[in-house]
């Protein structure tokens, strides 16, 4: 259905499950390594399309609380990618009016460097209004939830005053809105531990193209298709009037 029948023709948060690095590199015959860099570009081109088509929250997955499965040297390079991009372009995304956060971020093997320049870059933008930006780093869905429970109970709320809204309002950053728009790249159509209580009833879009490969036209394409969706939230749509005299 087209967008009159939703209540925004661009949606207000966009979360990306950037994935396909892996594969990129593999088709190259490259190192993985080499498809997380390849991924900055993408990432920059993203937040510059969603900026600029009115997208209000982005969010970007960029480390799961699985991944610290991977192997020692992947792990250790992705620290120092991240590491480098944050700090590259943070006067590029201050500039940009956007506003900076991380979701996540509580193991001790996170380089101490690292964890540091997120808070700069947070500190940094906490006072800009153009976009919200929340990186989801060291970041699992069921771990935001166990954690919630855990800040409910340890203030004492009694079982029978625990809402779903008083529930989200434990959750990190429970100024988040709901998520409207899931992109994950690369075809692989799963969840991955993301943003679980914020995509209950977001849309998900699956484009085949890998992470690096992923342009501002293919992210306008994601919102395109959205538009054509009708969310109806569990609601019937209203019927349309029918033609001739009404029943007597
Ligand atoms: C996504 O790309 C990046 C991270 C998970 C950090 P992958 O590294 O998962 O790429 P594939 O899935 O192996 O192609
Ligand atoms: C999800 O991708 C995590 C990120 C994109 C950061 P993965 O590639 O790690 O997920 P699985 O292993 O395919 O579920
Ligand atoms: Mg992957």
Known sequence: MPASHGPRAVPRHVACVMDGNGRWAAQRELPRTSGHRAAETTVIDV????RAAGVEWLSLYAFSTENWRRPTAEVDQLMHLVRRVVRKHAPLLHARGIRCRFLGVADPRIPPALTRD????????????GMTLTVAFDHGGRQDIVAAARSLIREGVPADAVTERSFAAHLPFPDTPDVDLVIRTSGEQRISNFMLWQVAYAEWVFPPVLWPDFRAPHFLDCLHAYRRRERRFGAVRPEPPRGGSTPT
């Not at 937040?47 to 969603?50: D, G, I, Q, R």
């Not at 997120?118 to 209004?129: G, H, K, Q, S, V």
Request: hydrophobic residues 50%.
């Open 118 to 129: 997120f808070a700069d870059l947070t500190t940094l933008t906490e006072a800009n209004r």
């Open 47 to 50: 937040v510059e399309a969603a």
